[in-house]
């Protein structure tokens, strides 16, 4: 049986093969491809405490986090930075800088209210289907990483963005980074927004040219004007950090001083490119230290539902206004029965009208605290776990045991 050939002397069948064969492979390159450009998914959920105030950990935060710069010039030509170039570069990274206010009430340790905050800066990274994706540093949104701030309970929280385009935004949720690691991700929906690709690069040196970008706040008497601040310099060292878990980082030193209120914003390259997160300052050398760009993204970042907020590894609920809370995380109201959280003990004095009462040595029935035969004979102490306690004037006693101010 003879088999065709063709002019070549080739069978046909071979040349079908090789063309299947360089069809599949290169349908396996392309597939890896775009699955080596998927990010992951970037919501953990607290499995060990209060797994119910946690948000559904299938609910993934979208994170097409900053695409990475494929070459140094993707922006602009390789000739030196022109003029014009410069102006449209300061303006793609000026369009990326958001305001961050941050408004907490809560109480003191000793139970008083309290009412605080402070703003710093964020940069948008991401938008997708109406919602915008902003970094900020956490202690702008966490009066618990703040030192600044007293922040012993809290019982609400406000976080608000505002635009270039002077419109102000809810912040719909935040997401913290592991590792307690300064850095946090803001959702905000908007109905329209100009989409602002920014690029990232990690690929820097000491020596190269940098620029910072945020809102630094003026110390003036009620704090109430601020400052866009774009600033020049130089990075003068790359730093590793590390964490008290292990967890290591680079961080940026540069002289390109920034002010308290610029936490947060960006810290960007010649080209426009984002390589870090202002996020502290060295006043003693007035120098600004940024979290490395590619320190942030990771596959761990947790959150908590809106009725709660983290401290620690730990979702802990907001209590009332008129709930305290406690080392173990509950929220406690104000005791003010007799007997609180106890069955009452019953004396069975036939001397007293009330016969449950006990007759004490002042000629009056009292109401039995500790045992059949013991009242509380300050008339204004409570009867606690069998204890006669007695809070001081102005603060009441909690069903936790203590004395705070309401």
Not at 161 to 188: C, K, M, S, W
Not at 283 to 312: F, L, P, Q, R
Not at 329 to 351: H, L, Q, T, V
């Amino acid at each position: 049986m003879s088999k065709r050939i063709d002019d070549d002397g080739v069978p046909i069948g071979y040349w079908i093969a090789l063309l299947v064969g360089i069809i599949v492979f290169s349908t396996l390159i392309i597939g890896l491809i775009v699955n080596s450009n998927k990010e992951p998914n970037v919501i953990t959920s607290n499995t060990d405490f209060n797994t119910d105030l946690i948000n559904n950990p299938n609910n993934n935060l979208n994170n097409d986090i900053l695409s990475n710069n494929p070459s140094s010039n993707n922006l602009l030509t390789d000739s030196p930075i022109s003029e014009n170039n410069r102006d449209e570069i300061i303006k793609k990274m000026k369009d990326s800088i958001v305001w961050v206010k941050y408004e907490v009430t809560g109480k003191n340790q000793d139970g008083s209210y309290l009412e605080t905050g402070g703003s710093g800066s964020g940069v948008i990274f991401n938008y997708t289907e109406n919602k915008l994706s902003i970094y900020t540093n956490r202690h702008v949104i966490d009066c618990k990483f703040n030192t600044e701030m007293d922040c012993y309970q809290r019982l609400s929280e406000k976080i608000s963005v505002r635009l270039q385009d002077g419109t102000i935004y809810p912040v719909e949720r935040v997401v913290f980074a592991p590792h307690n690691l300064d850095i946090a991700i803001l959702e905000v929906y908007v109905s329209d927004y100009e989409n602002n690709t920014l690029y990232v690069n990690n690929d820097i040196n000491i020596g190269d040219k940098v620029t910072a970008i945020g809102y630094p706040s003026y110390s003036t008497p009620n704090n109430d004007v601020l400052e866009f601040s774009i600033a020049d310099g130089t990075i003068n060292n790359i730093k590793d950090l590390l964490m008290n878990d292990g967890f290591a980082f680079n961080s940026i030193v540069s002289d390109v001083y920034t002010y308290f209120g610029s936490s947060g914003g960006g810290l960007f390259d010649n080209e426009g490119n984002l390589v870090g997160i202002n996020t502290w300052i060295n006043t003693e050398n007035k120098e600004s230290i940024a979290i490395k760009i590619n320190a942030i993204n990771g596959s761990s970042w947790s959150y908590c539902g809106k009725d709660s907020y983290m401290v620690g590894d730990y979702c802990i609920n907001y209590c009332n206004r008129d709930e305290i809370l406690d080392t173990d995380n509950g929220c406690y109201k104000i005791c003010d029965s007799f007997y609180c959280g106890m069955n009452p003990i019953i004396a069975n004095d036939s001397r007293c009208k009330n016969t449950s009462n006990i007759l004490g040595n002042d000629g009056y029935c009292h109401q039995p605290c500790g045992s059949v035969n013991q009242y509380c004979s300050d008339s204004t102490s409570i009867c606690y776990k069998n204890n006669c306690v007695s809070c001081s004037s102005n603060t009441y006693l909690y069903k936790n045991g203590t004395c705070r101010v309401y």
